[in-house]
Each structure stands twice: as structure tokens, then as C-alpha cells.
């Protein structure tokens, strides 16, 4: 496989370099503060003893890992601590697909583009999967899809790029499906504190041994470089993805664990939902200047992401070049996402300007 | 591959457990005192801005990749980041083998256990090749094993489990067998501040294209688990690596990087030199302890260890849990080290109790 720049870094390129102010909505780093009891413990981490400072355990430290198992409701035995949300898919979809029950994995369109480059690098095969015109789940693509070659279903709920939030019992469907075929379901649940409808349940809640749940820490305590998450596994699949873990990574950083475990025992509920909160409100004025630009838009139940679609503008590179030079605000190109999107331009909301680059799109398709 | 509860973890449990004191001479863990600027840097990084709380660029934090650049007079861009040596090792390897250049890696006997483990994982084939007594390169034995399915050599200089520290001259002998068979050498060079000879030279010196070196700061700033590692690779390979980088961790920890750039900047060499000293003082007082007990060994180059052998006694798991139970000294089994000293103790100098540690097995050894 060869090295691709990836379009996320091309795009903040090119805004970084433009001859003009340009406000970012193309990264998914949020830009508030992380709980001030992260900062806290990481300062006096600093202070610990050198033995603090050595290997954690493999698979994490047990403090961290036995509060998601509280959190969870699960034995704290099926919890391995990862290099963020992107190690743990990728422990996750490598125990699906070196299992011998086959190569495909299914994945759905639009689609977070870690996931193909993936499947590819672990010698699987990617199959996108039509969704909903709103992002949500159709159960009839999947099960027409799916074969005996599928091993894996990869879903992502609360959905980037879409901002869906899958029903769980549309979710129970296709684990059912995964059954039928073999195959395990990967939910990759890192944007689950940014759920703005209230009805996001995770797919930990069917119990199934066919589910590995994967999350994180990057999105909800602010802290995408902190490269802490973890994957939760149904009992028969842990030893084979702990022996992964240990053989690529030996462990995560551990002043990363140790700031995130104090941080979760002290953080209050005020904290996440006033992320969750102001995530909203800029989804709400984002979206309101979008009817005023007369674009097509799915109000995004979840997530960070709202993903518009201007008419007679479809979401190229070339547009998205465009709209950073001629309007100042920049986006991210649909066909990064696969197919079903590909004209569209997916805007990140995290940035306080997120209504002054509202205005600017409304400016820039008035002028039109 | 199933999960295998490492032997390392196996006999500390067992140490930790055991109805006495035991000195713990098992993990290669530092018990010293990191750089204080590396503290400094860390309380200093948990008070900055929520944007340096994000995604570092996947290749590492650059004031840290220049730094390293320019104390190994080489071109930044060969340079990633890791999750610690180990992930780097993991990357050099994953690229030897999936060259499509063959799937055979020549590993030297006694062998680090990750290598023969990240082998598999790779879907290669590891073969064991033997060293001299001393634990020095054999290149006849190399050039006799290298055929055209080999792709990979690793080397590991200053070496764990030997105390080797291999010669220059023998390691170009090397790279031109392995330019031979179309194969690529790997260096791990993790132990390079602890050579205890002062005749050290990195495999870079070399200048070859078929020499991948990694590294890292987890023994030189005593801060194991903070996983600050790297790869540097020949130009041709850096993409690739880099792919493999960005799709199993996207980025590595923050805070570490951070820390790590800064101590690298702040710290004298006397803090190294004071490190390697503290460990040849406890070497030469183990080893001569060792001559006492009548002890077979071979005094170490360089690193962290003494392989030691005692008449009738071989280093067998079960004479491991013995020396635990009758003497309070834990080592580790020679057989954690492949075939050519399996019936040798690994014991690590990372205790201030290493001489106490040594008369106990003197006196252990003379009542028997």
C-alpha cells in the first residue's frame, strides 16, 4: 500500500496557506478544555516516584480499566486499554479478520475513511454498504450484502460523517445478520457523549458475543493527542487481541491512563454535557444559515459533524479549494467519505466561529 | 496465534507472591531518576492551551524528530515517531516482510522474544541463528543461513539478553550478506547509551539503504512507560512504515513526545554517563560475586543484564521459582531467549540490591 497524504492534511494545508483568514472546520479536534482534573493529575503524575513511570500493564492500568467496566457493566477482563479509539479498531477488526471466517468486511457509506485503509492493510477486503439518505442504518443493504465471505461489520454510531444515531434495535438486526454469517459487529462508539437526541443506547447493551465495542477518550475529555481509548471484547476474542496489543504497541503511554482515570472518577456530568450543549447550539446556528443558503442538510442527531450539500457546488476538492480562497471557510470533501456523499462538504463545528463561517457560506451562495 | 501470559509476568507474579523478600532481577525497568527537565516539561505541558491537547502529526511532534535528526546527522523525513521502541520495531519488520521480497526473518540466538512474536504476527517465518559464545555476530553462521526467501535480519546491539555490543565491521558484513538476498537489516539500538566499552557505533554509520535503526528514550531517560520510540528508515521505506503508523495508532502520546523533546533538549551527558556507570558498578559487583559462586557467565558490553549459568543448576523455569523460593533472587529462564542458552539465568541490573542479590546466591550456591 502506498503512502497517501490523507485529505485531512491536505485541506488544512492548503487553508493554512491561503492569503486569507480561513476558519477550520476540517479537523475533529474539539477546542475546548479538557476536564480540569485532567490537567491536574497530569502535574502531579509529574511528581510520582520513577516506578510510576514505568511499564503500565499491557493491557492498561487497572484503575481506568475497572471504571469503564463499572461504567459498562462488564467484567473488567474483557477491557484492553489502546493507543486511542484508532488502535482499538484496528485490535477489533484484526481479530474478525485473522479468525479464518472470511475477509470481507462490510462497511458503511458515507464512510470514516480509517476504516477501508484498515480492512486493506489487514489483507481484508472492503465492501461499502449503502445507509439511509439521513445516515441511519438499512438493514435489507446489509443483510443483501452479507455472505459467507463477510467477517466483520463496522458501524459507527454516533455516525462521522453523518451525525446519525443508529436505533438499537436496528442495530440487533444486523448482529442477528453478523450471526447468520459468522461475522462479528465492531461499533466504533467514540463520538457517544455527543449524542443530541437522548436515545443513543451502545451495542454493549444486546450482550452479544459477537460484539466488540471500541471508544475513547480523545473526543469527550478534549484530548484527541492523548492517544487513549480502549476495546471491549466478547470473552473467547480477548487473548488474541491482548497478544496483538502486546507485539505492536507493549502498552499505552502512561501518564495519558493515569491523567484520563482521575480525570473520569472526578469529572462531573456538567462537564459533558456542557460540551454536548454547546456542540448543539453551533449545530443550530450552523444549520439555520444553511436554510438561509438554501443547502441540503440532514440535522445530525449526534457527533461533530454536519455534512451540506450546495446546489450546483458538488463537494470536490476543487470546490473545497474554491470555498477556502472565495469564502474563507473550509470543509472537508465529500469523496473522502466513499460515495454516497461525494458531493457534499462535511463541516466540522468544532470552532467558535462556527456561525461567522455559517455567514460566510450564506454570503458567499447569495452572491453567487 | 493464541495468547501466551509471558514469562516475564509469570515469574514476577510468582516473586511478588513468594512467602519472602525476593530482589526482583526479572524486568528490564530502570530504578532511577528520569531527567528532572523531563518532569519539568510534563507539569509545564499540562498547563498549555486545549489545542496542544490534540493530534500531534503522525510521525511525532517535529521539535523532537529535528533533535533526533540532527544527533544522527541524518534527514528528518526518515524519521517516525513510535509508540515506543517496540511499535517501531514492529513497523521496520511489518515492512521487511511485506516487500514480496520473502517471509523468512534471521533472528540471533539468544533472541529477544518480540522478535520470533512480531514475526508471526507478520505472517513471516522466523529462523534462529546462532551467535558466538560471547554473544558476538557470527557472520559464517548469518551468511550460511541467508538464502533467497530471507528478507529480514534483526539485530539487537547493545543486546538483551547478551551484553553484546556488536562490532561495526561485522555488522557491514552483515548488510552486504543481507544485500545479497535482497533482505533488510534491522537494528534496535535501544540500549545505545549503555555501552559499557566505548566502542559502540550505530548500524547508521553505515549509510546503507538496506539498514532500518530504531530506538527510543524508555532505558536512556529511565521512563519505560511512556512509549517514546522510533524508526528511522531508508528513504524508499518511509512511506509505507508511515502508512502502517497512521492506520494501527494514528499518532502517539502528546504529553510524552512533549516531555521527552524537551529533556532530550535540557539534559547534560552527565546524566547518561552517571545512568551507565551506576549500572557497570553493579555489574562488576554481580559478576564478581558470580566468580565466587562459581558461576559461568560472560561480563556484559553493554545494556542491562548478566546471563549467568550455574554448574547443575540449570535456568529452567522450575530452578527460576527455586532461586525465588530458597535464595530470594528472581531471574529470568534461559529458555525465554530462544534455544542457545536455555540452560542460563538472565538477570537484570536494575536494582540497587543487585550485590545483595549476588551474595545471596553465593550463598545459595556454596550450601549446596
Do not use: C
Amino acid at each position: 500500500m502506498e503512502y497517501e497524504e490523507p485529505k485531512f492534511f491536505h485541506v488544512m494545508k492548503y487553508g493554512i496557506e491561503a492569503d486569507r483568514d480561513v476558519i477550520d472546520m476540517v479537523s475533529g479536534n474539539p477546542d475546548w478544555e479538557p476536564p480540569t482534573a485532567l490537567r491536574e493529575a497530569l502535574a502531579a503524575y509529574a511528581e510520582l516516584p520513577p516506578a510510576e513511570f514505568q511499564y503500565p500493564p499491557s493491557e492498561g492500568i487497572l484503575d481506568l480499566r475497572e471504571a469503564i467496566a463499572a461504567r459498562r457493566g462488564i467484567d473488567v477482563d474483557r477491557i484492553i486499554l489502546t493507543n486511542g479509539t484508532g488502535e482499538a479498531n484496528y485490535l477489533g477488526m484484526a481479530r474478525a479478520l485473522e479468525r479464518g471466517a472470511g475477509s470481507e468486511a462490510l462497511l458503511l457509506d458515507p464512510v470514516y475513511p480509517y476504516y477501508p485503509g484498515k480492512t486493506e492493510l489487514l489483507g481484508g477486503e472492503p465492501t461499502l454498504v449503502p445507509t439511509e439518505r439521513d445516515g441511519g442504518l438499512d438493514v435489507d443493504a446489509i443483510r443483501e450484502a452479507a455472505s459467507e465471505e463477510t467477517t466483520l461489520v463496522v458501524l459507527n454510531t454516533p455516525n462521522n460523517p453523518t451525525g446519525a444515531v443508529y436505533d438499537i434495535g436496528k442495530i440487533r438486526e444486523v448482529v442477528e445478520i453478523a450471526a447468520e454469517v459468522d461475522a462479528l459487529v465492531l461499533a466504533d462508539e467514540v463520538y457517544d457523549r455527543f449524542d443530541h437526541t437522548g436515545s443513543f443506547e451502545s451495542a454493549l447493551s444486546l450482550g452479544s458475543d459477537r460484539v466488540i465495542v471500541t471508544s475513547g477518550f480523545s473526543k469527550s475529555m478534549a484530548i484527541t493527542g492523548f492517544r487513549v481509548g480502549y476495546a471491549i471484547l466478547p470473552d473467547e476474542h480477548v487473548d488474541a487481541a491482548k497478544t496483538r496489543h502486546m507485539l505492536v504497541n507493549v502498552a499505552g503511554s502512561r501518564p495519558a491512563q493515569y491523567a484520563v482515570s482521575h480525570a473520569l472518577e472526578a469529572t462531573e456530568p456538567a462537564y459533558y454535557a456542557e460540551a454536548r450543549e454547546r456542540l448543539a447550539d453551533r449545530i443550530d446556528a450552523f444549520t439555520e444559515a444553511l436554510d438561509t443558503a438554501g443547502a441540503e442538510y440532514a440535522r445530525p442527531d449526534g457527533g461533530f459533524y454536519v455534512l451540506a450539500r450546495f446546489d450546483g457546488f458538488p463537494g470536490t476538492m476543487e470546490n473545497v479549494k474554491r470555498l477556502i480562497d472565495e469564502a474563507g471557510v473550509a470543509g472537508m470533501p465529500g469523496d473522502t467519505f466513499g460515495t454516497a456523499r461525494d458531493d457534499w462538504i462535511r463541516f466540522a463545528m468544532v470552532t467558535p466561529r462556527s456561525l461567522e463561517a455559517a455567514e460566510r457560506l450564506v454570503d458567499y451562495f447569495s452572491e453567487e
